[in-house]
């Protein structure tokens, strides 16, 4: 699809209804995202979310879907100790149907990374705001917005490609930054918060849906207005990534 420069639409999926209704209205990858800590849990973090939550929404959302990638979050102290303690619980959210695990982190992850996918597990990438270290980060907040962080993070995606990440998801970093690693990386990236020039976009099932409660962040946007139902709502986001109609200028850092 890039390489067609057609963008993707991502979104994240916790259960196999959502699953073949996601699927069936173009969404290309379901990302079982540790945000199931928030939206289905209820926490305000991630933090608290376990290997055995991450196998079972995957085997949830790989027994409703055909042909969508299926990408699953190593969660929160399942994967930062070591490559060996990495490629353990990877392994276990691989055999629960997962094509590919995300894990969190700049070039501190290299290593890991370069383990698993040596070793036969395709592994995404995540940096900007990474909501594993919110207590580091000092909370939910724009990420690479001076110089110095800035290069950090674009040196940090250089990092990852290297070491032989698939795809790299950036959060919450001003779009003219997610412009620039994404032309300097050969392989995909994708947005949220991040800006229209990503290679394909992402957000939160709930957030799209209208039903997260709470202060919703600028990134999302709400895709129930307009829509008669959730297939349609959820096609139409598929559409406007598409388009690139969807992330909008009110959208972006
Ligand atoms: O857990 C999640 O939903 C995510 C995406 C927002 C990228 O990591
Ligand atoms: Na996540």
Known sequence: MVENREKFAVLTCYDATFAAVLENAGVDVLLVGDSLGNVLHGSDTTLAVTPEDMIYHTRCVAH???????????????????????????ARIIAAGAQMVKIEGGR?????????????????????????????LGGYKLQGNTEKSAKQLLDDAKALEKSGASLLVMEMVPAKLAKKITQALSIPTIGIGAGPDCSGQVLVLHDMLGLSQGKKPRFVKDFMPGAKNVPEAVANYVQAVKTGQFPAKEHEF
Do not use: W
Request: overall charge negative.
């Open 108 to 136: 501190i992850m290299a290593d890991t990374i370069q383990f698993l996918s040596q070793r036969g597990i395709p592994v995404c990438a995540h940096i900007g705001l990474t909501p594993q270290s919110v207590h580091q």
């Open 64 to 90: 409703g879907s055909n042909k969508a990638l299926i990408i699953t979050d190593m969660p929160f102290g399942s994967y930062q100790i070591s490559p060996a303690q990495a490629f353990e619980h990877a």
